[in-house]
């Protein structure tokens, strides 16, 4: 009986597919539920970095002039703050670095250069027949000054870094005035030096050409 039933069932399958074949149709057949690798994908593939994997390493920055005649110590000049209106870079009476919206007997000085640094002296020699240089002057918690002393290259306080900020003011180069990682900079109490970090420049400086340097030529 079982047998006769399976038979039965095969003989009606063979009749619809027969059928379906007279109706001009083919039998369906189950979709296959795998996805082949090649398949594109609606959505974009993400575009390849054009970027570097690494950062570029910072270039140095630019170094004066060599042949400049003001920074080679063959010129006196008046050393001017591009962002101050309060004049010029001068030397009070007793010697300590300031500013003057005037003229001033002590507001010329000669740029000499020692190993990649300057040393900057006075334009005019004092009694003993020899100029003074600044110096950096440390003021416990208040900040650092300048003041003028006995000149001495192996004193690191009194050799500065004049580096080109690559701009020019009427014509003229401008730099930034440093000792070591403090620069020099106008506050509201006077010239300072400060160490700025990764904080913006606020003061730089002009040279202004005032002749000959008439120092003497020391051995």
Do not use: W
Not at 141 to 170: H, I, M, R, W, Y
Request: proline share 9%.
């Amino acid at each position: 009986m079982l047998r006769n039933l399976g038979m039965i069932t095969a003989v009606a399958a063979l009749a619809l597919t027969q059928q379906a074949c007279a109706n001009g149709t083919s039998p369906q057949t189950a979709p296959e539920t795998t996805t082949s690798a090649a398949s594109p994908s609606l959505s974009p593939s993400p575009e390849k970095s054009t970027e570097p994997t690494t950062k570029a390493p910072t270039s140095k920055p630019p170094k004066a002039d060599p042949k400049d005649p003001i920074l080679a110590g063959k010129r006196q000049v008046v050393i001017a703050p591009v962002e101050s209106f309060e004049g010029i870079v001068v030397l009070d009476e007793q010697g300590n670095l300031g500013m003057t919206d005037g003229e001033a007997d002590r507001g010329l000085f000669v740029f000499t250069p020692h190993n990649g640094k300057f040393q900057i002296k006075t334009a005019k020699v004092g009694t003993g027949g020899e100029p003074d240089c600044l110096s950096v002057k440390t003021n416990g918690s208040q900040p650092l000054t300048a003041v003028a002393v006995a000149c001495d290259t192996s004193k690191a306080e009194q050799l500065f870094d004049v580096v080109p900020t690559g701009k020019k003011d009427n014509n003229r180069p401008v730099y930034t005035i440093a000792n070591r990682d403090a620069l020099l900079r106008t506050s509201s109490s006077g010239l300072i030096f400060e160490e700025l970090g990764d904080g913006p420049v606020i003061t730089t400086f002009v040279l202004v050409d005032n002749g000959k340097s008439t120092l003497p030529a020391l051995d």
